[in-house]
């Protein structure tokens, strides 16, 4: 995976979905939830690769152009999956996505990359720029990471038996992408049956 892009994304489609079991398979219109994430976030060429801890069914998979990777954690969650789809990943630099984030789509992973950039260019470049609302919450699960920084504070935390995905954050340089008033929704994650019901289709 050699690409131009210096942004390769990681879509967590792992998770067990103990709330709404299957719900990346579940339609927007006639189209399965992970397959408009897949979409959105790859519409502007970026690479992908799809983290998965079983394999999605045939109708949902054969949408899904992309490279896959298992996750190799046991029981790790979100973290695991991103610590094995790092050790893959030879772009400088990832975008990781919840499956389940139905109103992402690669504006948000512009507007970060340009963050990045412009950060970096007026002194140290950033290991994570990281969307934060106004209360102060983040999304580690929408947030652009440097690579191998990520892979090697996950592969830490995993081993010390932490697996909250927020946790890699600790001893790196952090910015933020502050979150305005109608930016939201972008980032909410799809988890009952009338989550799924509000979401307008693309």
Same mark, same amino acid.
Not at 12 to 28: N, S
């Given at each position: ?8 994304i ?22 399965p ?22 394999p999605?069914?045939?109708?949902? $998979?054969? *949408?899904?152009t992309?490279?896959? +990777? ?6 790790? /969650?979100? !973290?695991?999956? @991103? =610590? ?15 499956g ?15 963050r990045?950039?412009?950060? $970096?260019? *007026?002194?140290?470049?950033?290991? +994570? ?6 209360? /102060?919450? !983040?999304?580690? @699960? =929408? ?10 504070s ?33 980032f ?12 307008r289709?693309?």
């Amino acid at each position: 995976m050699r690409p131009e892009h210096a942004v390769t994304i990681v879509l967590l489609a792992g998770g067990r979905a103990t709330r709404l079991p299957g719900k990346l398979a579940r339609t927007i219109g006639d189209e399965p939830l992970v397959v408009r994430v897949f979409r959105e976030l790859t519409r502007t060429g970026r690479p992908c690769l799809i983290s998965l801890r079983e394999p999605l069914p045939a109708y949902v $998979a054969r *949408h899904l152009t992309a490279a896959t +990777v298992a996750d190799t954690f046991d029981d790790a /969650g979100p !973290l695991g999956g @991103l =610590a094995s789809a790092a050790a893959q990943i030879q772009t400088p630099l990832l975008f990781a996505a919840a499956g389940d984030m139905a109103n992402i789509d690669a504006c948000i992973v512009d507007a970060l990359e340009r963050r990045y950039h412009d950060e $970096a260019s *007026h002194g140290d470049p950033p290991d +994570v720029v990281i969307p934060r609302h106004e209360n /102060g919450d !983040l999304e580690p @699960l =929408a947030a652009l990471y440097d690579t191998a920084r990520l892979r090697e504070s996950a592969t830490r935390m995993l081993a010390l038996g932490r697996k909250k995905v927020a946790g890699v954050l600790e001893g790196l340089h952090v910015v933020y992408h502050d979150i305005g008033p109608g930016e939201a929704s972008t980032f909410l994650n799809v988890n009952t049956a009338d989550d799924l019901a509000g979401i307008r289709q693309r």
